[in-house]
């Protein structure tokens, strides 16, 4: 069975960081596109940051320079260090596992207060 379980969601100041993490079972982390998806309240749920298993990253112009995703293969463990946040990231962040359909965890709330 595929789990995907998103925590450090909380609530920041404008300006602040959080660092999101991801821990999956059930499925061959090493080799598995991972990614990060943000839902603003109200709107459709958006890729915000994207890692293949080789490492190689991609980023919503919105969040460049101020998001780094990343993983650890040892613990099976995708993260979102999340850096000079704004009110306009707020909302619910999910992990995604693999291209596709994938799979998906149940998120994690942001609220990012001005």
């Known amino acids: 069975q595929v789990q995907l379980v998103e925590s450090g969601g909380d609530r920041v100041q404008a300006g602040g960081s959080l660092r999101l993490s991801c821990t999956t079972s059930?499925?061959?982390?090493?080799?598995?596109?991972m990614a990060w998806y943000h839902q603003a309240p109200g709107k459709q749920r958006e890729l915000v940051a994207s890692?293949?298993?080789?490492?190689?990253?991609t980023y919503a112009d919105s969040v460049k320079g101020r998001f780094t995703i990343s993983r650890d293969n040892s613990k099976n463990t995708v993260y979102l260090q999340m850096n000079s946040l704004k009110p306009e990231d707020t909302g619910i962040y999910f992990c995604k596992a693999g291209l596709g359909t994938g799979y998906w965890g149940r998120g994690t709330q942001v609220a990012v207060s001005s």
């Open positions: 059930g499925i061959i982390f090493s080799i598995t596109y």
């Open positions: 890692i293949t298993d080789s490492g190689r990253t």
